[in-house]
């Protein structure tokens, strides 16, 4: 069972205590209500808790989410992974953080770490962004499973909308689409994934360059975009802080979000690579 990160424990701790109180399935909205921040990402954490079995829906006018059995397991599990990246290049992931004697003259990073950094112990690295949004730069002075990170300097992404980095008007697909008509997208542009909108321009998939070569290379050349996109796709409002963009990728593992307005309408997309570029941009203030 993956652990979880502050948005989505936060999102599951609430329905089970509204569930507890209510005794009934939990609507989104008034999870949303409570913790205050948009429905639309809240329904983004139920969709991935719902992914990891610790949610159900239920259908109909008194339906709703209920919590699972294994959630009252998960609740106190409270582990990020984050990347470490050297030279561009991501050649681990760091577990609980935690920064040591940040007013001292020389602070460090202590770090749970999955890979082997023993090749690149004196090397500058970056680690994060984490859930906060913050961004760890130094060199590795121990390189083990608790490793070390002398810091020299820590960047922040300012508290700034999700619309002010995003993509505007991206290119998007039709369920009805032939898959041929994107091709180019991915082979010409190197594209990775495309929106997939119904006629009300809302989010209802994502088609992904992995999934179109697969089936290239499997000659299904008349394929439609409703067989191949992944549904559900992941969503942010256009409101919404970095800092939530940066915690939604880092829960549920993704690399994009479909930025939707007040009516969950396209109108842009986030990558890693938009907040990435915006790090490096701030590392060079520093």
């Known amino acids: 069972m993956s652990h979880l990160t502050d948005p989505v424990y936060n999102v599951l701790k609430t329905l089970v205590e509204l569930y507890n109180k209510e005794n009934a399935p939990i609507k989104s909205r008034d999870i949303a209500n409570s913790l205050k921040i948009h429905e639309g990402y809240v329904r983004n954490m139920l969709s991935i808790l719902k992914s990891m ?3 159900v829906s239920k259908a109909g006018p008194h339906g709703g989410y209920v919590p699972t059995t294994k959630a009252l397991d998960v609740l106190s599990r409270q582990t990020f992974s984050v990347p470490i990246v050297s030279m561009g290049n991501v050649i681990g992931y760091a577990l609980d953080v935690t920064i040591i004697g940040l007013l001292s003259e020389r602070p460090y990073a202590l770090m749970r770490v999955v890979g082997d950094l023993s090749g690149y112990m004196e090397k500058e690295v970056r680690v994060g962004p984490l859930p906060s949004g913050v ?11 608790e490793s070390l990170v002398e810091i020299s300097s820590i960047v922040s992404l300012p508290r700034a909308p999700v619309k002010s980095i995003m993509t505007p008007n991206p290119i998007t697909a039709r369920p009805e689409d032939s898959v041929e008509e994107y091709v180019k997208y991915f082979v010409e542009k190197r594209f990775r994934g495309i929106p997939v909108v119904d006629e009300q321009t809302k989010p209802v998939g994502l088609l992904m ?9 499997n000659c299904i050349l008349k394929a ?23 915690r939604l990728m880092i829960s549920s593992g993704i690399g994009r979000l479909l930025v939707v307005d007040s009516e969950d309408r ?3 997309i986030v990558t890693r690579t938009d907040i990435l570029s915006k790090i490096a941009t701030l590392e060079q203030l520093v």
């Open 53 to 55: 079995g610790l949610v």
């Open 135 to 145: 961004v760890i730069v130094g060199k590795i002075i121990k390189a083990e499973l």
């Open 209 to 217: 360059a992995s999934k179109v070569m697969e089936a290239l290379a």
């Open 224 to 246: 439609k975009v409703r067989d191949l996109m992944a549904r559900n796709p992941p969503t942010i409002h256009e409101d919404e802080d970095l800092h939530e963009a940066v």
């Open 266 to 268: 396209l109108v842009g």
